[in-house]
Structure formats: C-alpha cells, structure tokens
C-alpha cells in the first residue's frame, strides 16, 4: 500500500472515532458541589445600603405635606424607604398611636427592639413607665397620641443587642412625616420625651436641666421637654421623677386639666409619709 493509500484509510477511520468519543457531562452530584461552592448571590443588605438618602428628595405622591388624612399618612409611611438601611433593617415602621384627635402628644425619639417588632411606639419597659405617667394625669393612652420622630429603628450590627441613639440626619428625613401627623393631630401641646427628641424636633442640643420644665414652641405648638421614661428607670430617685411630674403639672393647667391636690403632691415629702 501506497502512502497516499494509507492515509486515504486512516484520516476518515480517526473522524470516525473523534465523533464517536463520548462528550464531557455534568453530574447532578457535581453540578450540586458547584452550586455549593459558588457564593451566594449578592442580596441587599442594612449594612450596605446607604444611611439616607438626602439628596433624594420625596416623590410628590408620597410628599407627607400633601396627604390630607392620617390614615393616607400612615400608608404612605409604611412604605417609605427613605432610608435604605432602616427600611432594610425595619421589622415594622413605627408610625404612632392613640387618639387622632388628641389634645396631648407624646414624641420620643425612635423605636426600640420591642416597639420594632410590634409596630406600635412605646411597649417595652420605658413604654409601660410612659402609661402610668399618664394615667397619674387621670387619662389612658388612648387619649393621647404617641410618637416618635423616627419611625424606623436605628439599625445595629449583626449580632448586637439593645437600641443606638438616632442620627442627627436620620431624625431629619424622618421629620417631614410627623411634622404632617401633627398639623393633622392638631394637639394643644406636645411633649417632647428626652433631649434626643427635642434635637430631632428643634435641632437644639441644650442639656435636659436647662430646658424641662418650660415652655418652647414647636411650629406654633407648645412644646414641654422631660426627662425619657428610660431615664427614670435607670434613675429611681424620688428628686428625678418630681421633676417629670412637674413637668406633666405644667401640660395639665396648659390643657385646663383639672389639677386634684393630691395630684399636686406625686413625689413630695408630704405624699411620702
Ligand atoms: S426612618 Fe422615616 S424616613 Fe427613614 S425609612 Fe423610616 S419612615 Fe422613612
């Protein structure tokens, strides 16, 4: 045989055989230790995401200024993101509760773990103290309205207990919302529930002992400032918690409330003995 022949035979014979060799095929087994091995797929996360957006002004739709009923509000609310890593962290958005009519209203300065998770402000141990206040004042908190100046809680790091204090631009792009709630409210007199609070409303960092006990103006509403219920349970003294009850004295003549003398008595010496 010629060598032209033989190659006549042998290169058709080895096409023959390259296209009958059996392709490479995946596994279900191995596909699974590739799915395994591969990481996960990037998700949003709180950490992640951006603080706030300030720059990222409300769209007109949800623009709080322009809602004309608390129950539109509130809707509204519950959807809002404008904050990415609170809307991200957020179980509930805390809008507030009590009396749309109020002539009283509560506003302390953000949600913590037990108010995030129920959606309601003022639950935990601080919230209990808070109800009691207002009982002693012969009212129920479904008298008054309570909120926060912001509505989410402050996201904390993975694994980590307890509550931070809100940012200072955290409070601010939350405030168009309740700044709304309460000209919809329309209460007689606001109280303030702690110096965080009275920055995320007025923008002041003055220390509580210079300005509880006297009245400020919150966008033509009176504003009282006290001490946070959480204060008084980490500060048991009788001197302290005076000092918040003569502040609640001060919202009830505002309010034409009728002051019992025993009432004027909480926490003195007389009504000790
Ligand atoms: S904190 Fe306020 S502004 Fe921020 S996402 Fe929650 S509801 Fe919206």
């Known amino acids: 045989m010629s060598f032209q022949s033989a190659l006549d035979v042998a290169v058709p014979a080895l096409a023959a055989m390259k296209s009958r060799r059996k392709k490479p095929s995946a596994s279900a087994r191995s596909l699974e230790r590739l799915a395994a091995a591969r990481p996960p797929a990037a998700r949003p996360s709180a950490a992640a995401a951006p603080s706030v957006v300030a720059e990222d002004p409300l769209p007109p739709a949800v623009d709080p200024s322009s809602i004309a009923s608390l129950y539109d509000l509130r809707t509204a609310a519950l959807a809002c993101r404008r904050c990415p890593r609170l809307a991200c962290s957020r179980t509930n958005v805390v809008f507030g509760v009590g009396n749309p009519r109020a002539e009283l209203m509560f506003v302390g300065e953000a949600p913590g773990a037990d108010e995030d998770e129920q959606g309601e402000p003022f639950v935990g141990r601080a919230g209990q103290l808070l109800t009691k206040i207002i009982a002693a004042m012969g009212l129920s908190r479904d008298d008054v309205y309570i909120g926060n100046v912001l509505k989410c809680r402050p996201d904390m790091p993975e694994g980590s207990t307890g509550n931070r204090k809100p940012r200072a631009e955290e409070m601010a792009t939350c405030l168009p919302w309740l700044v709304r709630q309460i000209e919809l409210i329309g209460p007689k007199c606001l109280v ?79 009504s000790q003995q």
């Open 192 to 270: 303030a529930l702690g110096a965080t609070a009275l920055e995320g409303l007025t923008g002041s960092v003055e220390p509580m002992g210079k300005v509880r006990g006297r009245w400020l103006d919150f966008r033509g509403t009176p504003l009282m400032v006290t001490y946070h219920p959480a204060y008084l349970l980490r500060n048991q003294s009788i001197s302290e918690k005076r000092k918040v009850w003569e502040d609640m004295l001060l919202v009830m003549e505002k309010l034409a409330m009728p002051v019992t003398e025993r009432q004027r008595q909480f926490f003195t010496s007389a």
